[in-house]
């Protein structure tokens, strides 16, 4: 099994928000990375973005010339799951949806090397369950990062029924060399972070839902009422109204309390396609000029 410091090449899956942003950190900390995407747009759009954010970094003095261009170069975009055989690590961030990584981690499973961890960025769903479809179960863990990876602070760290205390420490020792703070949570629905923040974007919906205010008053009353950065209608558009979607309906069936049950404004935004800002349209509009859209 990897050591943190071993870790030198860092395969990701999924080249949308969250794994475009992981395979940047992952490249500036000097792993090799293999990028996989089942959409070559999405890899191309990635590449884009990265290198984008990169210089921005480089133009600001946050890193010289050649870390960027070096970090940059360290990055293969790959076409299959075969790709990733060489690598330490690989971290999962695809679709939200149980089945399809069950059957990626159980690909992953026979092509990575023995001593290869897997790892998920799941907002919600169980590790102890994506192990199960492994051989290797004490080599799975959950990795959450947040939205956007290079940004937020933080990793939450998520330690499946038969995670080994091995790979617990060699993937908070390789969080933290990312830069990051760990913190660690059981494998319950939605570990710590979710489990408390999806209630409260949840209730916004439902406030919005019954009219009690627009859009506009109910984020800026969490924002400046509570100190929060941006108010949740606004979060809940930046995260992806499809992944709040699916962490709600796992809390739900998870935690068996009706308090968790998806408010139908959500669902029909979901139904409608508006996903939120990788969309360009979800509680508001991102356009040209951003605005709101009525229910
Ligand atoms: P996204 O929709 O931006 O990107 C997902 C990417 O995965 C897409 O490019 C899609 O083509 C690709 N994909 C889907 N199925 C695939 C497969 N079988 N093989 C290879 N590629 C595949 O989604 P996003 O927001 O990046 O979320 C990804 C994961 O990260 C989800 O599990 C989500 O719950 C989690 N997450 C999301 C956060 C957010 O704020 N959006 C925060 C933390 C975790």
């Not at 990028?35 to 759009?45: E, G, I, M, P, Q």
């Not at 369950?129 to 990793?155: C, D, E, W, Y």
């Not at 790979?167 to 570990?191: M, N």
């Amino acid at each position: 099994m990897a050591t943190a410091g071993e870790i030198a090449a860092v395969g990701v899956i999924g080249a949308g928000q969250m794994g475009s942003g992981i395979a940047q950190l992952a490249a500036a900390a000097g792993c090799a990375v293999l990028l996989l995407d089942a959409d070559s747009a999405a890899l191309s759009r990635a590449v884009a973005s990265i290198s984008a954010s990169l210089r921005r970094l480089a133009a600001k003095g946050q890193l010289s010339q050649a870390a960027c261009e070096d970090s940059i170069k360290r990055i293969r975009c790959v076409s299959t799951v075969q790709d990733l055989r060489d690598a330490d690590l690989v971290i999962e961030a695809i679709v939200e949806n149980e089945d399809v990584k069950k059957k990626l981690f159980v690909e992953l499973d026979k092509i990575t090397k023995p001593s290869a961890i897997l790892a998920s960025n799941t907002s919600s769903i169980s590790i102890t369950r994506l192990a199960s479809a492994t051989k290797r179960p004490s080599q799975v863990i959950g990795m959450h990062f947040f939205n956007p990876p290079p940004i937020m602070k933080l990793i939450e760290i998520i330690r499946g029924a038969d995670t080994s205390d091995e790979v617990f420490a060699a993937v908070k020792s390789f969080s933290e060399r990312l830069g990051k703070t760990v913190i660690c949570s059981q494998d319950y629905p939605g570990f710590i972070v979710n489990r408390i923040l999806m209630p409260m974007i949840n209730e916004a919906f439902w406030a919005l839902y019954t009219g009690v205010a627009t859009q506009e008053d109910i984020d800026t009353g969490m924002k400046l009422g509570t100190n929060h950065p941006m108010g949740p209608l606004q979060l809940a558009d930046f995260i992806g109204l499809d992944v709040c979607l699916s962490v709600l309906r796992v809390l739900h069936n998870g935690l068996g309390d009706n308090k968790y049950s998806p408010c139908p404004l959500l669902v029909q935004y979901v139904d409608a396609g508006r996903l939120g800002k990788k969309r360009g349209v979800g509680v508001y509009s991102y356009g040209q000029k951003s605005s709101s859209v009525k229910p």
